[in-house]
């Protein structure tokens, strides 16, 4: 009989709730999701970034070889000429029309200029680029401002002043990396 009572104690035991038995699933699920976004980072991603049109650049190799001044000249001058000349005018800040001082916007803007000397143009001229932008946008109300399927119109309208101000095709384009509207 003894053993009769033993063997009823085993199995009585009760089974683990709460944490415990769902710590078994958790684990699964999330040694799944490693698995499977390490997976689609090395397989899925490049080619989706193939198919873009994204392409890799190696690092440079510190350790490829010596180059002689020329070719650091050479290389320093291919890459000054590839990448666009771009003037930027942080924090702006302008008060739209028909707000009464009561709203604002503020905003950064970003010119890419057609070459270096454009650039250093501008750079000459800040004061009135200033004034420019902010007569421009200072024009438009809160609305037009806000409105987001606006914002290209305002860069072509920008562009337009610049150029008629500063020379055509001195800003070849706008953009605007901040631009919060209050």
Known sequence: MADADASTTEQAA???TGLKAKLPLALAVIIGLAVGAGTGAVVVG???AKSLGYTATAP???TAGDHSEEDAAEDDSAATSSAPA???LENLVLNPAESGGARFLLLTVAMECKDAAAVSSLQARDAELRDVVLSTLGRKTVD???A???RDSIKTEL????????GKKSVLRVYF???VVQ
Do not use: C, H, M
């Not at 562009?159 to 500063?166: I, Q």
């Open 14 to 16: 009760p089974a683990p």
């Open 46 to 48: 490049p080619v989706a």
């Open 60 to 62: 440079a190799d510190s």
């Open 86 to 88: 771009v003037l930027t």
């Open 144 to 146: 037009e401002l806000a």
């Open 148 to 150: 987001i399927a606006g």
């Open 159 to 166: 562009t337009a002043a610049l150029n008629e101000r500063f």
């Open 177 to 179: 990396p901040q631009y």
